[in-house]
């Protein structure tokens, strides 16, 4: 059973930056895939971020480069950093990985953007 544990949400202005962090409970090189994910009020969930085994990262459409994700292969750490935030990303950003054909899930980080 893998456990991911995010942190790092929280208010910020239209335009500031945030990093997501997310603790993974085992070795992250032994993963199919890790990646963000966010659901915005009344709204279905959308990809963020996704990087396969491969090493193929995909962005959801509305990133439009302002979004980064990266790991810590030691550290089993996977990040997202967002810049350029608008008030649209507001939403509960959740840690995904994919091992052994099974999905886990973090508990979510909530992001607001807001003035």
């Known amino acids: 059973q893998v456990q991911l544990v995010e942190s790092g949400g929280g208010l910020v202005q239209p335009g500031g930056s945030l990093e997501l962090s997310c603790a993974v409970t085992?070795?992250?090189?032994?993963?199919?895939?890790m990646g963000w994910y966010r659901r915005a009020p009344r709204k279905q969930r959308l990809l963020v971020a996704r990087?396969?085994?491969?090493?193929?990262?995909l962005y959801g459409d509305f990133v439009k480069g302002r979004f980064t994700l990266s790991r810590d292969n030691a550290k089993n750490m996977v990040y997202l950093q967002m810049n350029s935030l608008q008030p649209e990303d507001t939403a509960v950003y959740y840690c995904?990985?994919?091992?052994?054909?099974?999905?886990?899930w973090g508990q979510g980080t909530q992001v607001t953007v807001s003035s």
């Open positions: 085992e070795s992250i090189d032994s993963l199919d895939a």
């Open positions: 995904y990985v994919q091992r052994r054909g099974s999905d886990y």
């Open positions: 990087r396969t085994s491969s090493g193929v990262t």
